[in-house]
C-alpha cells in the first residue's frame, strides 16, 4: 500500500512559478513509476508528466513541455512538479499517482487527494 499526499499548490499570477510536492509513505517508493495529472472544472483530468522508477526517463504532455519538469527524490519517497511560464488554463486541480509500470496508457495503482492550482491572468 503507497499514501501519497500533494502539497504546495496556490494561487499564483500569470508568469509565475510553483512547486507541487507529493510525498510518498512506505518503503517502496522506488519501485513505482510516478506521474502527476490534472483536472480543470468542467474538463476530464488529463495527463502532465511522468517519470520512471530510477528517474533516468521522464515525458511530459505537449501543453506543459518547456515549462514544467517531474523530478523526483527516491531518497525522501517524493516526486515533484516544478511550473513556471504559468499560464490560466494551468489551473486545475493535481494529482500526483503511482504505477507499477512506465508508459503511455499505463494504469495508475495510487492517488493523492489533490492540491489546487489557480492561475490568475
Known amino acids: 500500500q503507497v499514501q501519497l499526499v500533494e502539497s504546495g499548490g496556490g494561487l499564483v499570477q500569470a508568469g509565475g512559478s510553483l512547486r507541487l510536492s507529493c510525498a510518498a509513505s512506505?518503503?517502496?517508493?522506488?519501485?513505482?513509476?510516478m506521474a502527476w495529472l490534472r483536472q480543470a472544472p468542467g474538463k476530464e483530468r488529463e495527463f502532465v508528466a511522468a517519470i520512471s522508477r530510477s528517474g533516468t526517463t521522464t515525458r511530459y504532455a505537449d501543453s506543459v513541455k518547456g515549462r514544467f519538469t517531474i523530478p523526483r527524490d527516491n531518497a525522501k519517497n517524493t516526486v515533484y512538479l516544478k511550473m513556471s511560464s504559468l499560464k490560466p488554463e494551468d489551473t486545475a486541480v493535481y494529482y500526483c499517482?503511482?504505477?507499477?509500470?512506465?508508459?503511455?496508457?499505463?494504469?495508475?495503482?495510487?492517488w493523492g487527494q489533490g492540491t489546487q492550482v489557480t492561475v490568475s491572468s
Open positions: 512506505g518503503r517502496t517508493f522506488s519501485s513505482y513509476a
Open positions: 499517482a503511482a504505477s507499477a509500470t512506465y508508459g503511455s496508457g499505463t494504469p495508475y495503482d495510487y
